[in-house]
Nanobody, 119 residues
């Protein structure tokens, strides 16, 4: 079972910043998309941001202007999500996801990393 590894979560105060990292134990393929999702208590998992191997990012509306997803570093097989101006509404478990737009069976998740923002 392939599992991605997230790191970088923690606790910050409102207005603070965090950078999450995702380590991918696979060779990055063309048409791979690396993304982040989050799940807050009592809520469904929601999309945060993603990036293609071509470097094309997509953001949820709440992430635009505050979060930046880095290009996939093929040599290190890592990818970062830099988050700033955090609010308590950003408190959630953040999950890294790798999927392929052509190979439907290539869809992997990490175990998640907790982000807690206090007021």
């Amino acid at each position: 079972q392939v599992q991605l590894v997230e790191s970088g979560g923690g606790s910050v105060e409102t207005g603070g910043s965090l950078t999450l990292s995702c380590e991918v134990p696979l060779v990055i393929l063309p048409s791979d998309v690396l993304g982040w999702y989050r799940e807050a208590p009592g809520k469904q998992r929601e999309f945060v941001a993603s990036i293609t191997t071509d470097g094309d990012p997509t953001y949820a509306d709440f992430a635009k202007g505050r979060f930046i997803i880095s290009k996939i570093k093929n040599d290190a097989r890592t990818e970062d999500l830099r988050m700033r101006r955090l609010t308590p509404e950003d408190t959630a478990v953040y999950y890294c996801n790798l999927r392929n737009t052509i190979l439907s069976g290539r869809n992997y998740w990490g175990q998640g990393t907790q982000v807690t923002v206090s007021s």
